[in-house]
Nanobody
Framework: QVQLVESGGGLVQAGGSLRLSCAAS????????MGWFRQAPGKEREFVAA????????YYAESVKGRFTISRDNAKNTVYLQMNSLKPEDTAVYYC?????????????????WGQGTQVTVSS
């Protein structure tokens, strides 16, 4: 079992930055690929970014590429999402997810554990 707790969300103006954190506890975190997803009101949950267990592989949705950076610190059991140049369309609840293996996938089905989410609101 893995428990995930997100933090760092909030209200920011367009063009601003936020850094989300996801603290993991439970089974071995360092061997799990991790992902960030988001869900805006009335829309499906969508992939944002993913990272392999070593941190050597990262993947991004086209909509955030060049603006967002995913990273992890296995010593702290924490994964981060640095979000720069935020846009109003980035407004959503952001979820952290842990895979049962090392597949850094954009598919929700690849992730076994999910956090409760943290709200990010970008004003224009």
């Amino acid at each position: 079992q893995v428990q995930l707790v997100e933090s760092g969300g909030g209200l920011v103006q367009a063009g601003g930055s936020l850094r989300l954190s996801c603290a993991a506890s439970g089974r071995t975190f360092s061997r799990a690929a991790m992902g960030w997803f988001r869900q805006a009101p009335g829309k499906e949950r969508e992939f944002v970014a993913a990272i392999t267990w070593s941190g050597g592989g990262t993947y991004y949705a086209e909509s955030v590429k060049g603006r967002f950076t995913i990273s992890r610190d296995n010593a702290k059991n924490t994964v981060y999402l640095q979000m720069n140049s935020l846009k109003p369309e980035d407004t959503a609840v952001y979820y952290c997810a842990a895979s049962g293996g090392n597949t850094a996938s954009p598919s929700r089905a690849s992730y076994d554990y999910w956090g409760q989410g943290t709200q990010v609101t970008v004003s224009s």
